[in-house]
T-cell receptor, first 117, second 111 residues
Framework: DAGVIQSPRHEVTEMGQEVTLRCKPI?????LFWYRQTMMRGLELLIY????????DSGMPEDRFSAKMPNASFSTLKIQPSEPRDSAVYFC???????????????FGPGTRLTVL | GENVEQHPSTLSVQEGDSAVIKCTYS??????FPWYKQELGKRPQLIID?????GEKKDQRIAVTLNKTAKHFSLHITETQPEDSAVYFC??????????FGTGTRLLVSP
């Protein structure tokens, strides 16, 4: 298996532009997570999906952020409009979720380094 | 919800020494505690985890211990090597398949 795939790996954009980050989870995994990592705030969970349904989006910083998972093999995180404070590394992770009380390893993608000028 | 605190934030050791990183959690119902290693510019990767039905788990030079009464768990690395230099994150569950991560410990192993 190729692991979790993210694109692009690097994105540089100007303030106000729309940014779309993409993720392909590991085949057979039914839970997908979007994280943001910065020096100041560490690793933050933004949103996660189970069986393509958003379960918890309480970590999404504001309405400028949105995420979708149209099918089991693809998810997007969109920022519109982008701001310099959105600059961070965005990770997607997936796992095989079995039940609420049983946890399995989360596999992270390589991340997308976003720079908003 | 669950709250995880991790200490120290940085740790410098000499090659061959042991390193210990400690995390505390708040929810006594938490039952799964993973440790992730993140090398510079790379993704976090699971190195070891422990479930609440055991007190200790070892995998070669790394081990994790869990004290449910005190609500803390620790990562132990013995015979450290330069390639152990990385940021280590602990985590605890806070909902269906959802984890909250500690703030990370930057470990530097000097030759």
């Amino acid at each position: 298996d190729a692991g979790v795939i993210q694109s692009p790996r690097h994105e540089v954009t100007e303030m106000g532009q729309e940014v779309t980050l993409r993720c392909k989870p590991i085949s057979g995994h039914n839970s997908l997570f979007w994280y943001r990592q910065t020096m100041m705030r560490g690793l933050e969970l933004l949103i996660y999906f189970n069986n393509n349904v958003p379960i918890d989006d309480s970590g999404m910083p504001e309405d400028r952020f949105s995420a979708k998972m149209p099918n089991a093999s693809f998810s997007t995180l969109k920022i519109q409009p982008s701001e310099p404070r959105d600059s961070a590394v965005y990770f997607c992770a997936s796992t095989r979720g079995t039940s609420g009380s049983s946890y399995n390893e989360q596999f992270f993608g390589p991340g997308t380094r976003l720079t908003v000028l | 919800g669950e709250n995880v605190e991790q200490h120290p934030s940085t740790l410098s050791v000499q090659e061959g020494d042991s390193a210990v990183i400690k995390c505390t959690y708040s929810d006594s119902a938490s039952n799964y505690f993973p440790w992730y290693k993140q090398e510079l510019g790379k993704r976090p990767q699971l190195i070891i985890d422990i479930r609440s039905n055991v007190g200790e788990k070892k995998d070669q030079r790394i081990a994790v211990t869990l004290n449910k009464t005190a609500k803390h768990f620790s990562l132990h690395i013995t015979e450290t090597q330069p390639e152990d230099s990385a940021v280590y994150f602990c985590a605890a569950p806070t909902g269906f398949q959802k984890l909250v991560f500690g703030t990370g410990t930057r470990l530097l192993v000097s030759p």
